[in-house]
């Protein structure tokens, strides 16, 4: 055997070095407002071969009636259904022959329309677009549909212990009597009470392109704005006053040691949140405290999940996050957690939530801010993902490069402004624990770790 097959293939072939990626920048898009005052970003991404597309409109839940909770994300579910052109659902067979996706979503300061089309179909797809956008039929059939499809979300997330507790800290987090405290999409009786002409006059109320921003992307091979202000340009304003949400009305902070406990009888395992205020971009401490997160319970190697999914077995995972809101922002812990360890793990979360004995160090600090910023270009690679991350900084209110600044930030975060950051916000015992699961087997052992326990019955 000759002596070059034996040579170890490593000794053969160097190691690649391994070097930090370049400098990338989040890209910034063409700003202009069309004649109707409807703002457009666009972004023209060469070798983008899907165009994407987000309407933002800052339509406020707190200009919905109280007693018809709901009515927003219905007008956005029944919009696609037809229009006044293309009624019973025509349109949405005229948007798969283009290969164009509709979606939309609702959050309690804005109402979002998105739109995915090959760049070949882009021209054909954006008249239709503007169709639902502008002239959506709303017939009774759609909207009681939708209304039938509401109700079974509801009954479906009082028996998914998941939707339970994230329903638990939405009312505990935010202010009694808030809006935000109440699920977007309205309660039974606020949906069962809208009717279709509440739809309608809630569209032509409020749908309009004053304050609105659409983010859109593509590889354009010609200027999109000429058929932006030929189609979405002729968009009418409806005149109405935008109203500011409130979404930033949080209730008191509580207290760790009280747990609110949501039955859940038979259940084999609990699901954990423990949920607290965070802050919003704007806030110096901002990109400190998304590094803590990061490390604390933000990726698989992070402390939480170290501890309580490997050395413990107590979980499949463990995670938490930090997230911004247009003004104020939330963190939370969520995990998954057999019935018989509830209570070391809830101890053993808390603690480990608390850095004032074991504070970050360099080389977790090191790895959280590579994680956020270095993964960043693979994050990025598509419209969809420029638009979705677009559309999320023009609902909250924040220019384009707001993403780009947030990065040299998280560049400049040290171990010790990310401890103080999180004990400020997370560690210091302030927040609310929610454990959904069966209340017979978890309400003594609770109690006797030390835990004040106080049921919650969840009314949908």
Known sequence: MSESTTTPLQSRVPRPQVVHASGWRFPLPR?????NGLQ??????PGQHVAAMDLVQPIALDVEDREREGVANLALRVSDEGTLAHPAGRISELLEGVGAAFDGRCTHATTTASLDVPMTRFEAALPLFTEIITTPAISADDVERHQTLRIAELEQALVNGAQSANMAVRALRWAPGSRASRLVGGNRAGVEAITTEDVRDFHAEHWGPHGSVLVVAGDFARDPFDQLNKT???WADTGSPRIEPSIDQFAEPGSTRTITLVDRPGAVQIDLRVAGIGVDRHDPDWAALQVASVAVGGSFLSRLNKVIREELGYTYGIHLTAQPQRSGGTWTVSANIRTEVAVPAIDETLRLLDLSDNPLDAEETADAINQ????????YDTAEAIVGQASTLAAAGVDPD???RHHDALRRVTPESATAAHQRLVGNGRGHVVVVGDAEQLTGPLQDAGYEVRTLTLDV
Do not use: F, K, R
Not at 40 to 45: E, G, M, P, Q, R
Not at 372 to 379: C, E, M, S, T, Y
């Open 372 to 379: 956020v910023v270095g993964v960043a270009p693979l994050h």
């Open 232 to 234: 979405l340009g002729s």
């Open 402 to 404: 707001q993403v780009n």
């Open 31 to 35: 700003v202009e407002t069309l004649d």
């Open 40 to 45: 457009v970003w666009a972004y023209h991404l």
